[in-house]
């Protein structure tokens, strides 16, 4: 029996797994190959891959230093904010670490302990109540795996199925969908580019250069012309000025 399974090796599991893992037995499972880059179940996460200023303070904290083959060109001091709605612009410092979140997650799971039983590609299903401890099942390589522990820790994330398992009730976040889009980009863009847009979303939607590329994301109300707004922001930031040049696949 383990006394801990970790289900999700996000930034969240994947820490409590380095400092845990020397004093438990632990079990830690994540649908993501987290070790093999050439995998052929790889699922990339919906993420601007920016490490906001509280996040660099938890990483000092945690006695961390980011290696430098995480980060992506260029390193972002400034801010730009665009409403469209009211046709306001401004510019202001705030440091971002621009990173490849990928990698950032990666780096995250090479820092756990051997002694940590590490289950990729494995997908959380249920648990339940056994005497003692829970029962998880999980699926692995298309088989049903079980699993007995003393803890579960549902680190998997904003829609976390632990989280559901355990109560209905409990408050979720309201739903958003996220579309991010690549694009090639070919002239320099120092800084993070937040744009507001009633017309859009009523959240926001971002502008990130990464290496010779352009990140442009968007979180939308979940309707059905979610992928039309999407396309609307492209064309009123087309117009402002920015280009979107699409990748060859
Ligand atoms: C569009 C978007 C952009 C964002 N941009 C930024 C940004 O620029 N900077 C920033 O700091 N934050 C950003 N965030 C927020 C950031 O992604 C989260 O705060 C962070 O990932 C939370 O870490 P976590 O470990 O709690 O969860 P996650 O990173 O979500 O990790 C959860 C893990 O659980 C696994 N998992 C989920 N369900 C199962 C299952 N059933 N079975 C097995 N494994 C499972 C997933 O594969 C994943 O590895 C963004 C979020 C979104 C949606």
């Not at 399974?5 to 987290?34: Q, T």
């Not at 980060?71 to 670490?97: G, K």
């Not at 088989?143 to 522990?149: G, I, L, N, P, W």
Request: charged share 25%.
């Amino acid at each position: 029996m383990y006394d801990i399974i970790i289900v999700g090796a996000g930034p969240a599991g994947a820490n409590l797994a380095r400092l845990i893992g020397d004093k438990y037995k632990i079990l830690l499972i994540d649908k993501r190959d987290l070790e093999n880059e050439s995998s052929k179940h790889r699922i990339n996460k919906c993420c601007g891959g920016l490490l906001a200023p509280d996040a660099q303070k938890m990483i000092a904290k945690l006695g961390l230093g980011i290696p430098k083959d995480v980060l992506v060109d260029p390193q972002l001091f400034a801010v730009r904010t665009i409403d469209i709605t009211n046709n306001l612009e401004r510019l202001y410092q705030r440091f971002y670490y621009n990173m490849d979140r990928e990698k950032f997650d990666r780096w995250m799971v090479s820092l756990i302990p051997n002694g940590v039983d590490k289950k990729f590609n494995s997908y959380f299903k249920s648990f339940v109540e056994i005497s003692g401890g829970y029962e998880v099942r999980y699926i692995n390589n298309g088989q049903e795996v079980t699993a007995k522990t003393r803890i579960i820790v549902g680190a998997d994330g904003a829609s976390s199925k632990v989280r559901k398992i355990i109560s209905k009730d409990v408050n979720v976040p309201e739903k958003y969908i996220a579309i991010q889009e690549w694009f090639k980009c070919s002239y320099p863009m120092p800084y993070f580019t937040a744009v507001f847009d009633e017309e859009i979303s009523d959240f926001y939607s971002w502008l990130i250069p990464k290496d010779n590329y352009l990140l442009l994301g968007s979180a939308l109300r979940p309707r059905d012309d979610t992928r039309e707004k999407f396309n609307m922001l492209k064309r009123k930031l087309t117009q402002l000025g920015f280009k979107f040049t699409t990748l060859q696949v």
